[in-house]
T-cell receptor, first 114, second 116 residues
Framework: AQKVTQAQTEISVVEKEDVTLDCVYE???????LFWYKQPPSGELVFLIR??????QNEISGRYSWNFQKSTSSFNFTITASQVVDSAVYFC???????????FGKGNQVVVIP | GAVVSQHPSWVICKSGTSVKIECRSLDFQATTMFWYRQFPKQSLMLMATSNEGSKATYEQGVEKDKFLINHASLTLSTLTVTSAHPEDSSFYIC????????????FGQGTRLTVV
């Protein structure tokens, strides 16, 4: 079974501050995918990133960056210079290779204060 | 990315009635779609996996007679909440994944169901 832990439930930051969301996972599978999704107040889930367990290279996309550390089973997400539009719930998820089932963490509610 | 459309976005129904929610993959074919339920301030819980042309696979604790799933075509899956009760009020969201490669799942906009 897979388990994804996002310990911080709600995080408030002032606009332009950086915010890092922690994600720790457990799985017995040797090959798997990790994801981050954004859920704004409207409710839809927006895909942000997919990372293969073989690929530990960190990634930056605009103000977003991800730090994958397989040794500590973590896949942390940082928003740099946060903006009000970043206010949302962010979910970390894991799916074993060849398996359809996505295991979600509980989500991080990010509130960016203007 | 691929587009998944869910309809309706919100629905209010009377207790005892049935409600049908549609999930369509607009620009790709999906032999498998997924239905999730999300309570306020909670994570997404997988309810069932919908398979085109065959019976859905339900997660433990999900009543298959209560939540009827039909996946009649490669682009459409439906979830029918039968004899809805107030405790069925929730946010329901579907997803689909491109079958040609091991990729991310794309989600519909979700349906907020309120049973009064």
């Amino acid at each position: 079974a897979q388990k994804v832990t996002q310990a911080q439930t709600e995080i408030s930051v002032v606009e332009k501050e950086d915010v890092t969301l922690d994600c720790v996972y457990e799985t017995r599978d040797t090959t798997y995918y990790l994801f981050w999704y954004k859920q704004p107040p409207s409710g839809e889930l927006v895909f942000l990133i997919r990372r293969n367990s073989f690929d530990e290279q960190n990634e930056i996309s605009g103000r977003y960056s991800w730090n994958f550390q397989k040794s500590t089973s973590s896949f942390n997400f940082t928003i740099t210079a946060s903006q009000v539009v970043d206010s949302a719930v962010y979910f970390c998820a894991l799916r074993p290779y060849g398996n359809n089932r996505l295991a979600f963490g509980k989500g991080n509610q990010v509130v960016v204060i203007p | 990315g691929a587009v998944v459309s869910q309809h309706p976005s919100w629905v209010i129904c009377k207790s005892g009635t049935s409600v049908k929610i549609e999930c369509r993959s607009l620009d790709f074919q999906a032999t498998t779609m997924f239905w999730y339920r999300q309570f306020p301030k909670q994570s997404l819980m997988l309810m069932a996996t919908s398979n085109e042309g065959s019976k859905a696979t339900y997660e433990q604790g999900v009543e298959k007679d209560k939540f009827l799933i039909n996946h009649a075509s490669l682009t459409l899956s439906t979830l029918t909440v039968t004899s809805a009760h107030p405790e069925d009020s929730s946010f329901y969201i579907c997803s689909a994944r491109l079958e040609t490669k091991n990729t991310e799942a794309f989600f519909g906009q979700g349906t907020r169901l309120t049973v009064v």
